[in-house]
């Protein structure tokens, strides 16, 4: 099974349309981040949350917001959707060790905003 | 302001050796990750150097100058499977978040 999922995989929506990206790890790591990928930009981050009571806006924060349920699950929002959210969006969780932290992404979820 | 430049393509042939150039300018530094990405699939963890000097991981070698602000990822006996994007990525001491470059894409031929 895999250590971090992501629900949905792919998901074709309408401008103004509410929609929720949902990731679960098993990994037992305490940090989650949101990013999204767009051709030539590379990974940009939306949300990051250290522990369940810890939410901190990314780069590109703007027309999102997150849930952070529990320690195992990250929900992304996007309240009111709009063409250029298009792209492909990434969960990721680590575990800091000293000064190093890997990251762990999930497979992705492609998103179509129309 | 923050930002990481790596060249956005590189060529090589298959048995070559290719090296992908990262500099940063970013908020505090912690260390310096690569990442790499096949078409349709997620980034995976490569290497990371907090210290000057050369990580050697088999066929991949990770390089860092703090003083530059400088990185590279070396790869060595190119496969054509080697073929992929590639991130650098800096762990900021300011927020503790990673910023992550916009990827080269490495195209490997026969």
């Known amino acids: 099974d895999a250590d971090v999922t992501q629900t949905p995989r792919n998901r074709i929506t309408k401008t103004g349309k509410r929609i929720m990206l949902e990731c679960s790890q098993t990994k037992g790591h305490d940090r989650m981040y949101w990013y999204r990928q767009d051709p030539g930009l590379g990974l940009r981050l939306i949300y990051y949350?250290?522990?369940?009571?810890?939410?901190n806006k990314g780069e590109i924060s703007d027309g999102y917001s997150v849930s952070r349920q529990a320690q195992a699950k990250f929900s992304l929002s996007l309240e009111s959707a709009i063409p250029n959210q298009t792209a492909l969006y990434f969960c990721?969780?680590?575990?800091?060790?000293?000064?190093?932290?890997?990251?762990?992404f999930g497979p992705g979820t492609r998103l179509l905003v129309l | 302001g923050q930002s990481l430049e790596q060249p956005s393509e590189v060529t090589a042939v298959e048995g070559a050796i290719v090296q992908i150039n990262c500099t940063y300018q970013?908020?505090?530094?912690?260390?310096l990750s690569w990442y790499q990405q096949h078409d349709g699939g997620a980034p995976t963890f490569l290497s990371y150097?907090?210290?000057?000097g050369l990580e050697e991981t088999g066929r991949f070698s990770s390089f860092l100058s703090r003083s530059d602000s400088y990185g590279y990822l070396l790869l060595q006996e190119l496969q054509m499977k080697d073929s992929a994007s590639y991130f650098c990525a800096v762990r900021e001491t300011g927020g503790f978040k990673t910023i992550f470059g916009a990827g080269t894409r490495l195209f490997v031929k026969a």
């Open positions: 949350s250290f522990d369940v009571k810890d939410i």
């Open positions: 990721a969780t680590s575990l800091r060790t000293g000064g190093q932290e890997t990251q762990y």
């Open positions: 970013t908020s505090g530094f912690y260390g």
């Open positions: 150097n907090a210290l000057d």
